[in-house]
């Protein structure tokens, strides 16, 4: 019954949902809308599941002298600093003065945003090697790949000269029609993979979300 009973709860609850998305009246978009709040709520429950794990796997590893458990350490001291910084001191519970709370907001500035800076530039650079990777003209198609890539990143270049306006009427050409196209068959792709999905979950073949046995 354990499994039946989710299963039967998404079914009916999905089916619902669409038939209100298509049903014009002024119910069918209250109650819409009213389920749809529920989503805050399923939310914070995530929310607090998702600390709850971290705490397991983090005191876990600290327990047992795993390799890098004091990056383990460094995590829950900040979760909780964090925290506790957030209600501002535990003085505020249902505003946002802990927004602006000095240690906050210096913790969320000066040692947040730089490692998400720090993230996205070896982000850049693994770009980088995938590009020179996948520019090398071995074939028709990557020499293809690499002239196109090569105007689009020129186009905007001061030194170009008279060859300016052309090479920039040709990536807008390149941007706006085979690009274009490709992304929205992408979006096509990915719509009706979605659709595949959400029925799959729907009439209970997707099964993953439950678990195992």
Request: aromatic share 16%.
């Amino acid at each position: 019954m354990k499994r039946q009973i989710p299963l039967a709860f998404v079914f009916i609850f999905s089916l619902i949902m669409i038939i209100l998305y298509f049903v014009p009246n002024d119910f069918s978009i209250d109650a819409n809308e009213f389920l749809l709040k529920w989503i805050y709520i399923i939310g914070i429950f995530a929310l607090a599941l998702g600390i709850w794990s971290l705490l397991r796997v983090s005191v876990a590893k600290i327990q047992q002298k795993r390799p890098g458990w004091g990056y383990s350490v460094v995590t829950l001291v900040g979760l909780f600093a964090m925290i506790c910084f957030g209600f501002d001191y535990f003085r505020h519970f249902s505003s946002t003065e802990g927004l602006r709370n000095y240690m906050w907001l210096n913790f969320f500035d000066y040692i947040l945003i730089p490692i998400q800076d720090t993230m996205f530039s070896l982000l850049a650079f693994c770009i980088a090697s995938a590009a020179y990777r996948a520019f090398r003209a071995r074939s028709i198609l990557a020499t293809i790949l690499l002239v196109a890539a090569l105007i689009v990143m020129f186009r905007f270049n001061p030194y170009l000269g008279p060859i300016g306006p052309v090479m920039d009427k040709t990536a807008s050409w390149l941007l706006n029609v085979p690009n274009l196209a490709a992304k929205r068959a992408i979006i096509i792709g990915v719509g009706l993979g979605s659709v595949a999905t959400a029925l799959k979950v729907m009439l209970g073949i997707e099964r993953a979300y439950l678990g195992k046995d």
